[in-house]
């Protein structure tokens, strides 16, 4: 079983469209990360989020951390080709970093 | 920028073999980490090391070992390979501290074991 639960797993959208990406857990974390890897990469990250109810912005892209710290969300804004590759999210429950497993995020030109 | 490099991009070995793979960052950084990662799984942490000769076992440590005689490198041994063993294997280094500081990741190594 996951500690982060991501959803959806897949995602394919047409460019210009707006998406949301979630990531859920029953565990409370002091920050939670969020990655992007690119076919054939390593995984990068995007932001870290360690406020509860914080909102971090990253150009077109919307980081929201929950108000109780369990869950996370990733929104993007009119998106485009370079936006394709697999988001994941990340905490330390312990003290180690644990992930989702990750959504596929596909955008058509 | 953080240099994370793995030797191998593809690698294919036998049942029973002994594979090594290997990891080498450029900035100094005391952390460093080998996963996998799966379809549906996510990246699984195998091992990690916070200093040089120091490991610690991650969540599917069975079945693999680490050295770290350097600080820079970091490298993952399958002391005799499975096909259950087939995956992308990722390593990543990071600044000292908690476990929340970001993580610099490889390219990765696509390993299949036939």
């Known amino acids: 079983t996951q500690l982060l639960e991501q959803s959806p797993q897949f995602l394919s959208i047409q460019e210009g469209e707006n998406l949301t990406v979630y990531c859920n857990s029953s565990s409370v974390f002091s920050s939670l990360q969020w990655y992007r890897q690119e076919p054939g990469e390593g995984p990068v990250l995007l932001v870290t989020?360690?406020?509860?109810?914080e909102v971090k912005k990253l150009k077109r892209l919307t980081f929201q951390f929950g108000d109780a710290r369990k869950d996370s969300s990733l929104h993007i804004t009119a998106a485009q080709p370079g936006d394709t590759g697999l988001y994941l999210c990340?905490?330390?429950?312990?003290?180690?970093?644990?992930f989702g497993a990750g959504t596929t995020v596909t955008v058509r030109a | 920028d953080v240099k994370v490099t793995q030797s191998s991009r593809y690698l294919v070995k036998r049942t029973g073999e002994k594979v090594f793979l290997e990891c080498v960052q450029d900035m100094d950084h005391e952390n460093m980490f080998w996963y996998r990662q799966d379809p549906g799984l996510g990246l699984r942490l195998i091992y990690f090391?916070?200093?040089?000769?120091?490991?610690e076992k991650g969540d599917i440590p069975e079945g693999y070992s680490v050295s770290r005689e350097k600080k820079e490198r970091f490298s993952l041994i399958l002391e005799s390979a499975s096909t259950n063993q087939t995956s992308m294997y990722l390593c990543?280094?990071?600044?000292?501290?908690?476990?929340?500081?970001?993580?610099?990741f490889g390219d990765g190594t696509r390993l299949s074991i036939l």
């Open positions: 990543a280094s990071s600044l000292p501290g908690t476990g929340d500081l970001a993580q610099h």
């Open positions: 990340a905490g330390v429950p312990d003290y180690k970093l644990s």
């Open positions: 989020v360690v406020t509860g109810g």
């Open positions: 090391s916070y200093d040089v000769k120091m490991k």
